[in-house]
């Protein structure tokens, strides 16, 4: 498996384009569509929020049939919370679509996200079809990228190439996320396409078993979204054959956490005012359950989070966390590393020099890592410093 350049449209038999349709007051792209040439298989995995937005609903119907042609994915509003009104809204925009690209209106999945309780402009959306649809091409997947951007800085993508079968075949996808992300399913916007041949059920199964290692072992803020969504096209265009339980499956599998895992980072690299990335690896836990839970309660820990902005290693804050968990474990067999130092040996804080331990949290990455001493099973999560920044973008996000 190689890095490759593209995102989206790096895997064969799709095009992508972005345009601003009148959402955005910036004039921002901000209508962003993902075109296979032909029949594809269909996967997503959505939010577990309960308030969900139109398009997830709309998209979760649709994506149930195992098959889909093209992702339709707005900036700008989240269409949520938006009633039967905004339901409708939703179904003319893909429908619009549909008919400018000849498919069928239920092949078209949908994504929003932007200010809940906003209406789409869909007058002004529509306007904009033909010109969305003229833009089809494999070298606009940037531009796909850029138009489903909210507060993020820089676009995410990334893709890999691989030989499967003895056939060359490719993975490749982009994502959104800078607020409201939390590790629960799927923390942000994302569409994946590969040209390998794969068929509904078994990608849906990666797609969940990938997106809990990667996407949901992330966090900016704690927040989970109510229009998350993670889809998964495949074209078949490589001949590349993936089916259970061959060494073509494995090589599958380790493309698309590849690809996952790269851009949960790059989404957390561009939250919302960050300064600093911590990746935290508990291990000695019990069970793959309670590593999963500590490692989360250090992540989401507000105190960790500003202690991580400040540079200031209070390793008291970690072991807080650590406790707050539903994690069991004998306090007095603690150990907390804090970039390679071991700041808690045996439930005790270690006396270190005030300058040492100030240089441990100077760089933009933080390793930490928490020994439990409880059992064998180990889980990681990745999250970031809680800034003034922050706070400044969401305190007026509406206004």
């Not at 968990?325 to 808690?344: C, K, N, Q, T, Y």
Request: charged share 20%.
């Amino acid at each position: 498996m190689r890095w490759i350049a593209g995102g989206t449209t790096a895997a064969s038999g799709f095009r992508a384009a972005g345009v601003h349709a009148g959402i955005k007051r910036s004039r921002k792209p901000d209508l962003s569509l993902v075109l296979a040439d032909g029949p594809a298989t269909g996967a997503a995995v959505f939010t577990r929020n309960r308030v969900q937005a139109a398009p997830v609903l709309i998209s979760k119907a649709r994506v149930a049939r195992g098959t889909a042609r093209a992702v339709l994915i707005n900036s700008g509003c989240a269409n949520c919370m938006t009633g039967a009104a905004g339901y409708q809204d939703a179904l003319r925009m893909g429908g619009a679509v549909a008919r400018a690209l000849r498919i069928a209106e239920t092949d078209v999945l949908l994504g929003s996200t932007g200010l809940i309780g906003s209406r789409l402009p869909v007058a002004r959306m529509i306007r904009a079809v033909p010109l969305l649809v003229s833009q089809l091409s494999r070298a606009h997947h940037e531009d796909a990228a850029q138009a489903i951007l909210t507060t993020d800085l820089h676009v995410k993508e990334a893709a890999v190439a691989a030989v499967i079968g003895g056939r060359a075949c490719r993975l490749g996808g982009m994502a959104k996320g800078a607020g409201m992300v939390a590790p629960s399913m799927a923390t942000m916007l994302g569409v994946l396409t590969t040209d390998a041949a794969i068929a509904p059920a078994f990608l849906r199964e990666l797609l969940r078993e990938v997106t809990e290692e990667t996407f949901n072992r992330i966090s900016v803020d704690g927040d989970m979204s109510t229009n998350d969504t993670v889809f998964a096209l495949a074209s078949g265009r490589s001949g590349a054959a993936v089916r259970p339980g061959t060494a073509g499956a494995k090589t599958f599998a380790a493309m698309l956490r590849a690809v996952s895992g790269r851009l949960a980072a790059l989404l957390v690299a561009d939250g919302e005012g960050v300064s600093r990335v911590m990746e935290i690896a508990v291990t000695g836990a019990r069970s793959a359950r309670e590593a999963r839970a500590c490692a989360r309660s250090v992540a989401r820990s507000l105190l960790v989070k500003t202690m991580l902005a400040g540079g200031d290693p209070n390793v008291g804050r970690i072991a807080a966390a650590v406790g707050a968990s539903s994690a069991r474990f004998d306090p007095d067999r603690l150990d907390i590393d804090v970039e390679g130092r071991r700041l808690v040996a045996r439930g005790a804080v270690q006396s270190i020099p005030k300058s040492v331990a100030r240089r441990l949290l100077k760089g933009a990455e933080i390793a930490v890592r928490v020994e439990l001493h409880a059992g064998r099973a180990s889980a990681g999560m990745r999250t970031c410093d809680l800034t003034e920044e922050y706070v400044r973008i969401n305190a007026h996000y509406s206004t």
